[in-house]
């Protein structure tokens, strides 16, 4: 007779089970990182999740160029994507919080990159970041405009919806959660909604507003967004782009007063595009009535047929690559990601340790995180050491090296001396060449520049910048001061002056502060001991022994001490730059190249011992067959006919 199963035996086999099944669900888990042409997701829900995730991006980001009628698109700021194969998973990852924004997938904004998190789960989890990427896409890719068109086109561009043939737009943005501010009760508002029901602000005040829609907001936000949605509507659908680029540029650039531009950008008064805008909404009202009623409560309506495009291009048109992650550098990714949210910080640090004490986890990954955890605690020199060790690891990874530009960053924030400025230089040559548009490197780049003294290279350096990311003051402001301290006064001062009228306080009291300050630097060369005192980079000089500061600043970069084998010897011949035609490129002696520069009358022999790693501006990278083409160079002269070629511009 078989002996009866213990209660203990039971428990075994049900251990043993478990065991097995967590074994195998480990095994069957991958991660991947999947890479279109712009876009890299990483992920363990399978390559083709991961695929599709990346072609929707893909999607997107050709529907925003149709929109906006460009034939190239700027990314000037990475984008890091994580989609997460079950929504548990991804509920650890996201940010404490409620609402429809993080529900699905979220987007984390970076001092370095963009981190977007998604809920592969979902099948549509990507359209919970479509206004943020809108937002992305538009900063970088269109001028300065007032508050109504941004909040107007994201909320326009975040109804985006795709079929199997087409891509259509313009539906109802909402349902909004609002907190009754009179007894403390939710409700729920479309956009229709609340033009329907509310009166609608004058557009005088309209176009006059300057904030932006909060994560939360209340009645007034939502009216104000609600009302630029709809003249945005009308403007891109009665084909009215081109003369809202017009209207833009009476107002921001010759200052013309919106009343006034608007007559004279659309050739009617502000009073009628008001009733027309209002017109227009009654038109489409019935569809979006129909939309709302049809759709079940707390999910975003889709009214079909306000604008169809034709798919520029279907997720099978997409080329894509995956290759296989170890899982301890997927979890160094995730956690890199991690530490920049305060309340995940301290977790992530935790298994991040872990990760480096074991020699077969360490990876430049898990140390570049760990350096940014200690940089946002202002703890410099732990960040360094994780930085170094890093680099020991991966010399060429560009993250590590942008770390790296931080931390020199961080340490001279404050007029303290810069460590490691000239290996900050060095560090960023190498992240610009693995990310020729990437703004922030070119700005911390001409700040490393200028504090080194270097201010003609300064000034290549942030013009780059300004290109790259045309809104972004902070770059404005560094430009103007490289223009002073180059002596370029007239540039000085005209760039100055626009900044004064930012609607950013700071911004404009800095820049009203300079303009007072540039008659007295123009006339005497120096400000007074005070003010000089607390000018950013004052006491950063990093090589007192160099025959000026130009020098200084372009000195031979210094290694990272895990590399560093001899002190470099400095090259003191000072940088000029030219704006000239390159007739031809010389590559017989490759990597060596030589190029053929004319200017004027006068040509010049201008060499690169590796083209492979010189700077080009302009271009994804360096290309023998270049020709007849206008260029602008920084280079070091030889004799009077030839030199060494440091950066070359394509114009």
Not at 215 to 224: A, H, M, Q, R, V
Not at 326 to 353: F, G, N
Not at 567 to 585: C, H, S
Request: aromatic content about 8%; charged content about 25%; glycine content about 6%.
């Amino acid at each position: 007779m078989p002996a009866k199963s213990t209660p203990q035996i039971r428990l075994l086999f049900l251990f043993i089970y478990l065991l097995a099944a967590v074994v195998a669900r480990a095994a069957d888990q991958q991660w991947l990182r999947v890479s279109s042409d712009h876009f890299v997701v990483l992920t363990d829900a399978g390559e083709r999740k991961g695929h599709d995730i990346a072609a929707r991006f893909e999607q997107m980001r050709a529907v925003f160029a149709q929109l906006l009628v460009r034939s190239k698109l700027r990314m000037a700021e990475p984008i890091e994507i994580i989609a997460v194969a079950n929504h548990p998973e991804y509920s650890k990852l996201a940010p404490p919080g409620n609402g429809n924004s993080i529900t699905t997938g979220f987007t984390l904004q970076g001092a370095d990159r963009v981190y977007i998190v998604l809920d592969a789960s979902y099948p549509e989890s990507w359209r919970a970041v479509e206004r943020s990427f809108g937002r992305y896409l538009l900063d970088y890719n269109y001028p300065p405009t007032q508050a109504w068109f941004d909040e107007g086109f994201v909320d326009y561009f975040a109804s985006l919806y795709f079929t199997p043939t087409r891509a259509e737009l313009g539906g109802d943005a909402g349902p909004f959660s609002i907190t009754d501010e009179q007894n403390g009760n939710g409700k729920s508002r479309s956009f229709a909604d609340i033009l329907e029901r509310s009166d609608w602000l004058p557009f005088p005040a309209l176009l006059g507003m300057t904030h932006r829609r909060e994560d939360t907001p209340g009645e007034k936000d939502l009216l104000f967004s609600a009302e630029s949605w709809m003249l945005t509507h009308y403007l891109l659908n009665r084909n009215k782009l081109t003369e809202t680029g017009t209207y833009f540029g009476l107002v921001e650039i010759q200052r013309i007063p919106p009343a006034e531009a608007v007559a004279q950008a659309y050739g009617m008064p502000l009073a009628n595009l008001e009733t027309a805008v209002k017109e227009y909404f009654h038109s489409l009202r019935p569809k979006f009535m129909a939309a709302s009623e049809s759709t079940p409560p707390g999910v975003a309506a889709h009214s079909p047929l306000v604008q169809e495009l034709p798919l520029p291009i279907t997720t099978d048109d997409v080329a894509s690559s995956a290759r296989q992650v170890p899982a301890w550098e997927a979890q160094a990714l995730v956690d890199e990601m991690e530490v920049r949210i305060p309340e995940r910080r301290s977790t992530a640090v935790e298994q991040l340790r872990k990760l480096v004490a074991n020699s077969r986890n360490e990876t430049s990954i898990a140390h570049r995180a760990l350096a940014w955890a200690y940089l946002e605690q202002g703890e410099i020199p732990n960040a360094f050491q994780e930085l170094n060790a890093g680099v020991t690891i991966n010399p060429s990874d560009p993250w590590t090296r942008m770390g790296l530009a931080f931390a020199s960053y961080r340490s001279g924030e404050k007029g303290a001396r810069v460590q490691g400025l000239a290996n900050m230089m060095e560090s960023l040559h190498i992240v610009v060449t693995r990310y020729p548009e990437y703004a922030e490197a070119y700005n911390l780049l001409g700040w490393a520049r200028l504090a080194g003294g270097g201010a003609n290279a300064a000034i290549e350096s942030m013009r780059v910048a300004v290109g790259l990311s045309p809104r972004n003051e902070d770059y404005r402001l560094r430009l103007a001061e490289a223009y002073i301290a180059a002596k370029k006064w007239e540039d000085a001062v005209a760039a100055l002056e626009r900044l004064k009228l930012s609607e950013d306080p700071q911004i404009a009291a800095a820049a009203d502060k300079d303009l007072h300050e540039v008659p007295f630097l123009k006339k005497f060369g120096v400000l007074p001991a005070d003010a000089q005192a607390s000018k950013p980079g004052a006491t950063t000089a990093v090589n007192p022994g160099a025959e000026n500061a130009e020098e200084s600043a372009e000195a031979e970069p210094e290694h990272t001490p895990a590399a560093q084998a001899s002190t470099p010897q400095v090259d003191k011949r000072p940088i000029q730059f030219l704006k000239a035609k390159l007739l031809a490129v010389d590559c017989s002696k490759a990597p060596e190249a030589v190029l053929k520069i004319l200017s004027g009358r006068k040509t010049l022999r201008l060499r690169t011992s590796n083209y492979e790693s010189l700077l080009v501006l302009g271009r994804e990278k360096f290309s023998c067959e270049w020709k007849d083409i206008a260029v602008g160079v920084n280079y070091k002269a030889g004799g009077k006919m030839d030199g060494d070629l440091l950066s070359l511009e394509l114009q």
